[in-house]
């Protein structure tokens, strides 16, 4: 009798059930369809900075050429540069005037960003999904034209 009830003990089958699995894998699903574009939307906003960060020094730079050679014409800091997700460029400087550029590359496409001589920032493009700011005075750094 005792070696009977050893031995339904030991053909117990401990598990899951198809249904629970099928459950398991939905939720996490869920979870996922959720979690995914905010998670590439925090990416994409922590990729903004290195642009916006890019266009403060370049102006500051332009500044400091401008106060030793009183023009902005034929500055260094005018020279294109691609950094990890944009490229940055003069689209004009002159004796009295110039306009820094970042343009994205790779995942950071469509997200374009300026600032001038007298320090006025603006968004030039973004991509689809994106809005620009009204008015267009600053940077966007978020959905929404939320700068």
């Not at 009830?5 to 699995?21: C, H, M, N, P």
Request: with cysteine; hydrophobic share 40%; aromatic share 10%.
């Amino acid at each position: 009798m005792q070696h009977t009830k050893a031995f339904r003990r030991s053909t117990l089958q401990v598990g899951f059930t198809l249904i629970e699995v099928m459950i398991t894998v939905a939720i996490v699903a869920i979870l996922a369809a959720v979690a995914m574009p905010a998670y590439t939307d925090y990416i994409t906003r922590g990729h903004i900075p290195e642009a916006t960060a890019g266009l403060s020094e370049r102006q500051v730079r332009m500044e400091q050429f401008f106060q030793d050679n009183r023009t902005y014409a034929n500055a260094l800091p005018c020279a294109s540069f691609a950094a990890k997700h944009f490229t940055f460029s003069c689209d004009s400087a002159t004796a009295t005037a110039f306009a820094l550029v970042a343009t994205g590359t790779g995942p950071m496409a469509g997200f374009k960003y300026s600032v001038d001589q007298s320090g006025a920032k603006k968004t030039e493009a973004v991509p689809t999904g994106w809005d620009l700011p009204s008015p267009n005075d600053c940077w966007v750094t978020k959905k929404g034209g939320v700068c």
